[in-house]
T-cell receptor, first 114, second 113 residues
Framework: DGGITQSPKYLFRKEGQNVTLSCEQNLNHDAMYWYRQDPGQGLRLIYY???????QKGDIAEGYSVSREKKESFPLTVTSAQKNPTAFYLC?????????????FGPGTRLTVL | GENVEQHPSTLSVQEGDSAVIKCTYSDSASNYFPWYKQELGKRPQLIID?????GEKKDQRIAVTLNKTAKHFSLHITETQPEDSAVYFC????????????FGSGTQLTVLP
């Protein structure tokens, strides 16, 4: 399924805690993305990174942070400032170039706040 | 702002019938339009895409049509089967978006046996 993995599959967080979601890809893709999906809704972009050591805010970045120290890895931290973090989180990657290429998704992490 | 609208939000069809899902976009400079299928609890997977230099693309029972003048594109599934039941998302790369996809809100397709 495209060589992009996410862990853990399920994550439970107590209020006030920060948690980090892992995303790794071995596809040699340049760009990586984090989306949030709420029940019955589409995908909303949290953060994206087109090259190592650079990332940009998406539409709903408040309460989240990311890093891109390696090409293969793009971890997402959900901070205590995110007021309603319970959701399904999807990581994706794409090989950039002159034409548009398929965006591959990871299997997702379901985060629940207790 | 720039966005992608998708209709209907739910669609039920009898097995063997056709299903059509429509999306409109606001940015006339958009030129890449993929469709993703997401089964319950799973990751979205690309099923077909179209670029703005063509008006239609077909892959077995799935086809996508694009009308750039009207700024809408549609997914057509013929001879539907129960395994086609899923949520379908359209998407577009909007100008000025650094090649990131903007997704429609999704259509829950149910194929009734």
């Amino acid at each position: 399924d495209g060589g992009i993995t996410q862990s853990p599959k399920y994550l439970f967080r107590k209020e006030g805690q920060n948690v980090t979601l892992s995303c790794e890809q071995n596809l040699n893709h340049d760009a990586m993305y984090w989306y949030r999906q709420d029940p019955g809704q589409g995908l909303r972009l949290i953060y994206y990174s087109q090259i190592v050591n650079d990332f940009q805010k998406g539409d709903i970045a408040e309460g989240y942070s990311v890093s891109r120290e390696k090409k293969e890895s793009f971890p997402l931290t959900v901070t205590s400032a995110q007021k309603n973090p319970t959701a399904f989180y999807l990581c994706a990657s794409i090989r950039t170039g002159n034409s548009y290429n398929e965006q591959f998704f990871g299997p997702g992490t379901r985060l629940t706040v207790l | 702002g720039e966005n992608v609208e998708q209709h209907p939000s739910t669609l039920s069809v009898q097995e063997g019938d056709s299903a059509v899902i429509k999306c409109t976009y606001s940015d006339s400079a958009s030129n890449y339009f993929p469709w993703y299928k997401q089964e319950l609890g799973k990751r979205p997977q690309l099923i077909i895409d179209i670029r703005s230099n063509v008006g239609e693309k077909k892959d077995q029972r799935i086809a996508v049509t694009l009308n750039k003048t009207a700024k809408h594109f549609s997914l057509h599934i013929t001879e539907t089967q129960p395994e086609d039941s899923a949520v379908y998302f359209c998407a577009a790369i909007l100008s000025g978006s650094a090649r990131q996809l903007t997704f429609g809100s999704g259509t829950q397709l149910t194929v009734l046996p």
